[in-house]
């Protein structure tokens, strides 16, 4: 049954298509014979025809309805060589990272048999951060090779989130491109069909950018800050708005926003921050964020500068953006009898008496060893005390083999006969037909001192001996010319001894069972931080004790409880003995709300356990257990080698009392340094309010995150990037979170 075609034509500059939808195809027409339409009437076989096709097309529809649902989708061809080629355009030079970058993508078509694009564009933008497509003006066509091309362009801004190499997957695009053509009645008609192109992939690279200052927000791109009042006469008493916008193009996704600013304490904050703005795209924005404070005293005040630290792009350098500082004169309130719609809060109480007095001078810390190197040095008695162990049971076994003497036998008759057969001097002659009858009643394991041929039982070797015999103790009886010979002949028939049986070694008589208890329990030791560690310089300022005591201490001065609490409990870790450190830690974490340990956080040293760590601190634990571990290695070394008799059992009271101190030295030492968990490494930080622990390094909404952080939680610095940080915990989750909410244990 023949496929009837059902067109439709599509306007196109210049030129005019036929879609083919689908349906069933109509063979080109017959040669005029029987039964045809006469040549002489064109137009009514040209209706006949469209009427045909109408009615076709309907049919078609109608089926193609009815079985939308059932029928899966069409595979789509690819196009055919040198119709279609899609590539990516990169920008003139590489993008520094977080930087927002222009990216391209043309597709290059045959101008003949391109008809118009179909569908969305596909593609997967991972690992960048995307707007939407937009179309480009269509290019003038243009001869290429003999045939007429044209370029059909999209654009899109990206951001990388990470420096280095990147891999840019292909994009597809469905177009509509001339398949075929057939003829009518005189007219060609061109079929049109769906093919999916394909573009080539691309690697641009992100340039790293430059080491950052401490002030470094993670905002990259070209920004603007502004600073503004609602009231240009404040009076005390009188609430007035101070709003700071941020607007400009750049990574929005990639820092907090607007920064904060500072506010004398003649100021109160009314409520919480209010933040408003427009976004005319995903990198384009104007964020406001306004506070509410009311003046508690008249005077003259300066609010301001607002200041933040951003990376120029274009320039390739950081540079500060700011606010300037606005200068308020505050008037008095008038008075009145009738209540304030705000009442200030009383002046700030005096600090508190239970606070420790501020420390002078400065206090030295030393940052306890990094993971790899702590965990390495665990591992080394139990490796350590293997090898001795492997080492003594191979020479216990090699000593006891039984077919050692044999081998060594074997190596010598050798030796001999091969110096018999160059025909030496009489004496040495006699001297090595003795030693070959030596070797050779070991050999063949006779088993008695002065053997007599008599005793041995292979015929050959009787021969051979009674010859030897008559040679040594005969007179003139010389030693057959082919005796060398046959004694080489008999010895290579016998073959070789047996080889020495590595499995010899694990047999119980070559193992000490004491040695292998020993070895299960050192392995069965867990090793409190077993990560890869990235080793970082510890500065001298935040490895002074004396100075994060001062700083906790001030923050509690000013009832900032959850900053006073990290500073505090950084300065007790660092330096645990001392009583003002143990105060203010203990007061600042009662007043902060910290959980201490059991909840991620630093041990308290109020219950037992953190008595226990307090007494040395991270550094000095590492240091009891090295030594401990020395010890064990010495003990349980000594107690082997008396079990295999190589020192005088009366060292086994050395042995037994080094392994025993060791032991229980070891797993103090290993116990105070796991109580301080994540905290005893120097990548260790600490959040000091609650915060959101994030899969991306980018302001995702909290819901998303992947847990929220406590404050006074500790974990491990990871990894950074634009003002994040990656964070490790304990419990071996991890993500990113902003570094301004982290404050470093042992240094940047």
Request: one cysteine or more.
């Amino acid at each position: 049954m023949a496929r009837p075609l059902a067109r439709q034509t599509r306007l196109h500059p210049g030129k005019a298509a036929r879609r083919r939808s689908a349906g069933h195809a109509v063979p080109a027409p017959a040669a005029p014979g029987p039964g045809t339409a006469a040549p002489g009437r064109p137009d009514v076989v040209r209706r006949l025809l469209a009427s045909l096709i109408a009615l076709a097309a309907s049919a078609a529809t109608a089926a193609t309805a009815a079985t939308a649902a059932a029928d899966p989708a069409p595979i789509v061809p690819p196009p055919p060589p040198g119709v279609v080629s899609g590539r990516f355009v990169l920008p003139d030079r590489p993008p520094w990272a977080g930087e927002v970058f222009t990216l391209g993508l043309v597709w290059e078509v045959d101008w003949d048999l391109f008809r118009y694009l179909e569908g969305d564009l596909g593609w997967t933008p991972d690992p960048l951060v995307i707007e939407g497509w937009t179309r480009a003006p269509l290019g003038q066509p243009r001869p290429l090779a003999g045939r007429t091309v044209a370029d059909l362009g999209f654009t899109t801004r990206a951001v990388s989130l990470a420096p280095g190499s990147i891999t840019l997957q292909p994009a597809t695009q469905q177009l509509q491109i001339v398949t075929g053509a057939y003829e009518t009645s005189g007219v060609t008609i061109a079929t049109i069909g769906p093919v999916l192109a394909r573009s080539a992939r691309a690697t641009p690279k992100i340039r790293p950018l430059p080491p950052a200052p401490p002030t470094f927000s993670g905002a990259v791109g070209a920004f603007v800050l502004a600073s503004t009042f609602d009231k240009s006469s404040p009076e005390v008493g009188k609430p007035m708005v101070w709003t700071v916008t941020l607007s400009g193009t750049g990574n929005w996704p990639g820092f907090g926003g607007v920064p904060s600013r500072p506010l004398p304490r003649a100021f109160d904050v009314v409520g919480k921050p209010r933040q408003s703005g427009a976004t005319s795209s995903l990198f384009e924005r104007s964020v406001a964020e306004s506070i509410t404070i009311v003046p508690r005293t008249a005077g003259s005040f300066t609010l301001g500068p607002v200041e933040m630290t951003i990376f120029d792009p274009q320039a390739g350098r950081y540079r500060t953006i700011a606010a300037p500082a606005v200068a308020l004169v505050i008037k008095p309130g008038a008075a009145s009898s009738r209540q304030p719609a705000y009442t200030p809060e009383p002046e700030t109480a005096p600090p508190d008496a239970r606070l420790p007095p501020a420390l002078t001078g400065v206090g030295h810390a030393r940052a306890p060893l990094p993971r790899r190197v702590w965990s390495t040095m665990l591992l080394l008695p139990g490796v350590t005390l293997a090898l001795l162990w492997l080492g003594l049971a191979t020479h216990c076994a090699v000593v006891t083999d039984p077919d050692r003497a044999a081998r060594r036998a074997d190596a010598r008759l050798r030796r001999t006969l091969s110096i018999l057969a160059s025909g030496p001097n009489e004496p040495l002659r006699r001297k090595l037909v003795r030693d070959w009858q030596r070797d050779a009643g070991i050999r063949l394991n006779v088993g008695h001192a002065a053997p007599t041929p008599g005793i041995v039982r292979e015929a050959d070797w009787a021969q051979l001996w009674d010859e030897a015999d008559r040679h040594l103790y005969g007179v003139d009886m010389p030693l057959p010319a082919d005796w060398p010979t046959r004694a080489g002949a008999a010895l290579a028939e016998r073959g070789g001894p047996p080889r020495f049986a590595v499995r010899r070694i694990l047999a119980p008589a070559n193992l000490c069972p004491m040695a292998a208890v020993l070895l299960v329990v050192l392995a069965s030791l867990p090793a409190p931080l077993g990560a890869a560690d990235q080793s970082r310089r510890s500065t001298a300022a935040a490895l002074d004790w004396v100075g994060q005591y001062n700083r906790g201490r001030a923050a509690a001065e000013a009832s900032n409880w959850p900053m006073a609490a990290a500073h505090a409990g950084i300065a007790w870790v660092q330096a645990p003995r001392s009583a003002e450190t143990t105060a203010l830690w203990t007061l600042a974490a009662r007043e902060a709300g910290v959980a201490g340990r059991a909840a991620g956080g630093l041990p308290v040293p109020n219950d037992r356990r953190g008595q226990l760590t307090g007494l040395l601190p991270p550094l000095g634990w590492q240091w009891v257990a090295l030594a401990g571990a020395l010890l064990v290695v010495g003990g349980y070394g000594t107690l082997l080698l008396v079990g295999f008799g190589h020192v005088p059992r009366a060292a086994m009271l050395f042995g037994v009392a080094a392994a025993g101190i060791g032991t229980i030295g070891g797993g103090i030492g290993w116990a105070g340094v796991a109580c301080y968990g994540a905290s005893a490494a120097p990548d260790a930080a600490i959040t000091w309010r609650q915060v959101a622990l994030r899969p991306l390094p980018v302001e995702t909404p909290e819901p998303d995150a992947i847990l929220v952080l406590a404050p006074g939680t500790v974990g491990h610095r990871d990894a950074g990037f634009l003002g994040w940080s990656h964070l490790t915990l304990a419990d071996g989750r991890a993500g990113w979170v902003r570094r301004r909410e982290l404050v470093p244990v042992w240094g940047p």
